[in-house]
């Protein structure tokens, strides 16, 4: 089936996971703790963080959880935010961290879009921090559609925010992509009956991804390769 357009997650596939998150979440936990180091370990367990090591371990929920989601399971340590005050915090937080794209991705979707495809994005993470990335990326412009777990249509790995994709960008989803790094992005493109790339630029393994894929690439850069197939 030919491939109209592509609907990309945002971390661990636009953006390198480790590269972009691990020493962000390293300073989230110091800050949150404010110099209390039971607390400070208390939400890296909550959220499969190795503070010796600096980095997510693979079972982590913030691989492929909502904002809302990482922000409930900080909440019980952080006396001093509300949850919505937390919740709050952690999208502002992410929209300034130092990103690691997994490509040049001006050029890359600039491919993309030189072969007629339509682009979008959904991530469970917050539409402001989304947003906020991909335009200091460089890239905001050149995608028809940007939601995050709070845009209204849900998140993955729910179908809804994917099919709101195809409807505001009138494309079909059988002729569109779900190209993602977690089993959340491929099981969420499953259910709406989008074809499924995945992607080794987050945690999960080739052999994680492979059962619930169409393909698993290295990253996203191969994509032109594999439309030419």
Request: aromatic share 6%; hydrophobic share 50%; charged share 20%.
């Amino acid at each position: 089936m030919p491939v109209d357009a592509f609907l990309f997650d945002k971390d661990g596939t636009l953006f390198n996971f480790a590269a972009t998150w691990n020493g962000w979440a390293a300073e989230l936990l110091e800050v949150l703790s404010q110099g209390d180091q039971a607390a400070k370990e208390a939400m890296a367990e909550a959220i499969s963080f190795d503070l010796e090591l600096a980095a997510f371990n693979p079972d982590s929920l913030v691989i492929a959880s909502s904002n809302d989601e990482v922000a409930e399971a900080l909440a019980p340590y952080v006396a001093h935010m509300s949850l919505a005050e937390l919740t709050d915090y952690l999208a502002q937080s992410a929209s300034a961290a130092e990103l690691a794209p997994a490509v040049p991705l001006a050029e890359f979707l600039d491919g993309l879009l030189a072969r007629g495809k339509v682009l979008g994005v959904m991530t469970n993470d917050a539409e402001f921090s989304a947003k906020s990335q991909l335009q200091r990326a460089g890239v905001l412009d050149r995608f028809a559609f940007v939601a995050g777990c709070d845009s209204g249509h849900g998140a993955k790995p729910d179908p809804d925010p994917l099919l709101a994709f195809c409807k505001a960008a009138g494309v079909e989803p059988a002729r569109t992509a779900m190209v993602g790094d977690s089993r959340h992005d491929l099981e969420a493109g499953a259910a709406a009956g989008m074809q499924r790339i995945g992607v080794l630029t987050g945690m999960a393994l080739r052999e994680e991804l492979l059962p619930h894929a169409d393909t698993v690439l290295p990253d996203i850069g191969h994509i032109p390769g594999w439309l030419d197939r």
